[in-house]
Structures are given as structure tokens and as C-alpha cells.
């Protein structure tokens, strides 16, 4: 099975990003995460993320806050799909996160989720390598399944309740 990259722009940024390790746990996909920055260590960044296709991994998520150029570097650097995460926060509450992640250019495409989305950003990883895992691709049909059948309940609850 493929990996995922899990790259995070601060530490600080760490409590938004366990929703996604918890996420590939669930799933049992490996991954591997690392504090990287766009501004401060390109370098790393694009020597990590260049060799990543190489060694073993299939997606890549970044996160990051304020100018959160992390994911745009990542793009840069490699053909893997690259699933940005902006992180809410700074004097904008995350809207300069969210823009500088989802404003790409033509050529070096970003699937960004919501801030602080890093568990969509997961599952979105999970239906990529799904493309050619059908176990995964079982897991998360049972996934959506169950939360279907949640939502039933819940409403249940309720007519029962009026």
C-alpha cells in the first residue's frame, strides 16, 4: 500500500493535524509526517516531497496557516496529488491560509479542503489510493454505510421524541 506524506508547516499546527493521523489509523494507512516550511525550508520540503513518488508514497497533505505557501511548494515539486489543508488562525482567521491554498496556477493544482479540514484532507487521501486498493475502497463504503445509518438513528430519535 501506498503512503501519505503528512507535512505541517509549525508544530503549532499539530492539533489540527492528529484528525488526520487518526484518519489513516483508522483506515490502516502507513504515513509518515514531518514539520517543514515553505518559507523557512524549501530546500527540505522540495527534496522531500521530489523523492516521494520514489519512496513508497501516493499522496501528499500540507498543512498550514497564515501565507501557507506549503502546499503550493509541495505541488511544485511533485505529480503525487497534494491535498492543502489552510489552518485558521493569524490576524485574517485563516483566509489568507485558504486563498494562498487554493489559488493555484494552471499546471500545478492544489485540492484544498476546508481550514482546519485535515480529516476530509485524510479521506480524500484514502479515496485516492482507493483508485487502485479495493480493500480501501470496501472500508470506506462501510464508512459511509455507517454514517448513513447514524444519521437514521439520530432521526429516529427525534420523530420518536415529537
Avoid at 48 to 71: K, P, Q, Y
Avoid at 79 to 95: A, E, R, W
Avoid at 143 to 155: L, Q, S, T
Amino acid at each position: 500500500m501506498k503512503k501519505v506524506a503528512v507535512i505541517m508547516g509549525s508544530d503549532s499546527d499539530l492539533p489540527v493535524v492528529e484528525k488526520a493521523f487518526a484518519v489513516l489509523k483508522e483506515y490502516g494507512v502507513p504515513f509518515e509526517a514531518r514539520v517543514m516550511s515553505a518559507h523557512r525550508t524549501p530546500e527540505a520540503v522540495q527534496s522531500f516531497v521530489g523523492s516521494a513518488r520514489e519512496n513508497g508514497f501516493g499522496v501528499v497533505i500540507a498543512c498550514a496557516g497564515m501565507a501557507a505557501h506549503l502546499a503550493g511548494v509541495c505541488a511544485a515539486a511533485t505529480t503525487l496529488p497534494v491535498i492543502g489543508v489552510p489552518v485558521k488562525g493569524g490576524m485574517l482567521d485563516g483566509l489568507d491560509a485558504l486563498l494562498s491554498t487554493v489559488q493555484m496556477p494552471t499546471g500545478i493544482p492544489v485540492a484544498t479542503v476546508a481550514m482546519n479540514g485535515a480529516a476530509n484532507a485524510a479521506i480524500l487521501a484514502v479515496e485516492i489510493l482507493a483508485l487502485s486498493d479495493e480493500s480501501l475502497a470496501d472500508a470506506l463504503t462501510d464508512a459511509r454505510r455507517a454514517g448513513a445509518e447514524k444519521v437514521y438513528a439520530k432521526d429516529a430519535a427525534l420523530q420518536e421524541k415529537l
